[in-house]
């Protein structure tokens, strides 16, 4: 296959199968005389077609098993290709590259001024599996401007979701601060339901209790049953027991309009327990268990 990949008379299917063998096997089976042709090829080859499967293969093996010689040809990839394919697939070959330096960082970034947003997304997606450290200020200002000003719902929800991953000790008090700003208040759908789930993501003690405020109406307010059954299962999930949010799952138990959401409810409080929900909680359970018009509820509340 190593043969095959290298002999330029053989038909670029052939080539480009043998290629996807090699990617298989993986960077330990191919050896080093098999990762040089492979690294030759994604460079410079006269069928186009080859040169993604080459890049492909290096994708298949990873940042780490292609050495600094492999980063350093998907860095080259990046900035200098003609190809728009090319950089793009380049970029994704990269991902999870620990301790990226700032020329594969930088040129990740500039890869983001562009007409498309998928690639905008996968810039986003992909400057946080570098690491915070490698990462900087200037990566960090990258996304956050992705996350904040991106015409696209799409690349806005990605990029918040990488400032998520990175948290709140990375993205300091202003990065929080924009994934509230968001869960509040981006015009779309999308990324302000995700920012919801974000916040949930970072923590209590992260977002404050700005956070959690915007956390318990969504809970409570949001017009789509759905999405706020959905931020009942991340409070839960997120094993967050303060007081202002036990109160508020407290009353959604008892007055939310679909049986669904008053037993997820119900899931928290039994979750957090007695002495979080206090008597007054339990007074409310047992007249739910009582009176509630829905007989999953009733018996969830038991």
Not at 209 to 223: H, S, T
């Amino acid at each position: 296959w190593i043969d095959c990949v290298q002999d330029t008379r053989e038909h670029q299917d052939n080539r480009s199968r043998a290629l996807t063998n090699l990617a298989d096997i993986g960077a330990e089976g191919v050896g080093s005389k098999g990762l040089t042709a492979i690294l030759k090829i994604a460079n410079k080859d006269h069928s186009l077609e080859v040169r993604k499967s080459a890049i492909r293969a290096l994708t298949a093996f990873g940042p780490e098993a292609i050495g600094h010689a492999g980063v350093d040809l998907l860095v080259h990839l990046i900035e200098k290709d003609s190809d728009s394919l090319v950089r793009y697939m380049s970029m994704l070959a990269l991902k999870g590259c620990k301790g990226m330096d700032s020329k594969g960082v930088k040129a990740v970034i500039r890869l983001g001024d562009t007409d498309d947003e998928c690639v905008r997304c996968e810039v986003a997606q992909t400057l946080p599996t570098f690491g915070a450290e490698a990462l900087g200020p200037t990566g960090l200002e990258a996304l956050m401007k992705l996350a904040d000003k991106d015409q696209d719902d799409s690349v806005r929800t990605h990029a918040l979701g990488a400032l998520a991953d990175l948290g709140a000790e990375v993205i300091g008090e202003a990065g929080v601060q924009m994934i509230r700003h968001h869960a509040e208040q981006d015009i779309a759908y999308a990324p302000r339901m995700w920012s919801v789930r974000y916040l949930a993501q970072l923590g209590p003690e992260a977002i404050g209790e700005a956070g959690l405020d915007i956390l318990i109406r969504a809970a409570e307010k949001d017009p789509a049953a759905e999405a706020r059954i959905r931020v009942i299962k991340l409070l839960k999930a997120s094993k967050i027991k303060n007081s202002k949010v036990v109160e508020a799952l407290t009353r959604i138990a008892q007055k939310d309009d679909t049986s669904e959401n008053r037993e997820a409810a119900l899931t928290y409080l039994a979750y957090v327990g007695a002495e979080a929900i206090g008597s007054g909680g339990i007074d409310a359970i047992a007249k739910i268990a009582q009176e509630d018009r829905d007989q999953g509820v009733r018996i969830k509340a038991l």
